[in-house]
């Protein structure tokens, strides 16, 4: 069982927990390698070579303590604000802004270090989300393991309400006085204004789709099951733009 950090529709969405089985995620075993007459003991793979293979061991490991910390030091060297998100529907562009730095430092760091590769847009809900950044494939879990897989984000909200096309922080609903976002995962408003009143002050809003709300719009209406996951995966690949 996974745990979907998700919003919730008052009257309508009232769980965020998902019991989709995960066991697709199987890694596959490798062919053995033709043997050799080299007698020397195998040498473990180097720092570097790691490096190459896991981006995120160039990185401490991201913890409560030292979000805050890394996330102002990477937003100052990491200035980006743009992002376009490709799926097998079309490409979604996205602005971040400015006055949630935490917010924007960590998606173009999830972004830039291939996070979102190979996760999915996992929950889809017609004239109100789309959800973001989770998948049922061993390496999502990998990735967060990785990076950091306890740690949340400070909240960021200022005071900015959601709107048709915002971009915010998934969080758990419940237990989370201080309305912290889970990292890994965002979503994408598209329904009324008036679906917004238990959004609004509880969610930090941190970016906005410039383009493709078409392509939002269609992922939306997706065949689902009763998690509201859709029975077809939307892969996404993400990169920084200009």
């Known amino acids: 069982m996974r745990t979907l950090f998700a919003i919730v529709l008052i009257g309508l969405f009232w769980s965020c927990e998902d019991t989709k089985n995960t066991s697709q995620g199987k890694e596959k075993i490798l062919p053995k390698t033709e043997t050799t007459t080299n007698t020397e003991a195998p040498v473990e793979k180097s720092a570097q070579e790691n490096k190459k293979t896991n981006p995120f061991a160039n990185y401490p490991t991201i913890t409560n303590e030292n979000v805050v910390g890394f996330f102002t030091q990477y937003g100052k060297e990491n200035p980006e604000t743009k992002v376009k998100l490709s799926t097998r529907l079309g490409d979604i562009y996205i602005s971040l802004y400015q006055d949630t730095p935490l917010h924007r ?49 400070p909240a960021e909200i200022n005071g900015r309400d959601h709107f048709y096309g915002s971009v915010s922080g998934a969080k758990e609903y419940r237990e989370n006085p201080d309305k912290k976002s889970a990292p890994f995962e965002f979503f994408i408003f598209l329904g009324p204004l008036t679906s917004t009143s238990h959004l609004n002050g509880n969610y930090t809003v941190f970016g906005k789709v410039t383009k493709g709300m078409e392509v939002v719009e269609e992922i939306s209406k997706l065949e689902s099951d009763d998690g509201e996951w859709p029975l077809q995966n939307v892969y996404i690949t993400a990169q920084v733009v200009d």
């Open 105 to 153: 430092a960590n998606f173009i760091f999830l972004v830039k270090n291939g996070y979102f590769s190979d996760t999915f847009f996992h929950r889809v809900v017609p004239n109100f989300i789309i959800q973001g950044g989770n998948s049922d494939l061993a390496s999502t879990n990998k990735k967060r393991a990785a990076i950091g897989p306890t740690y949340l984000l």
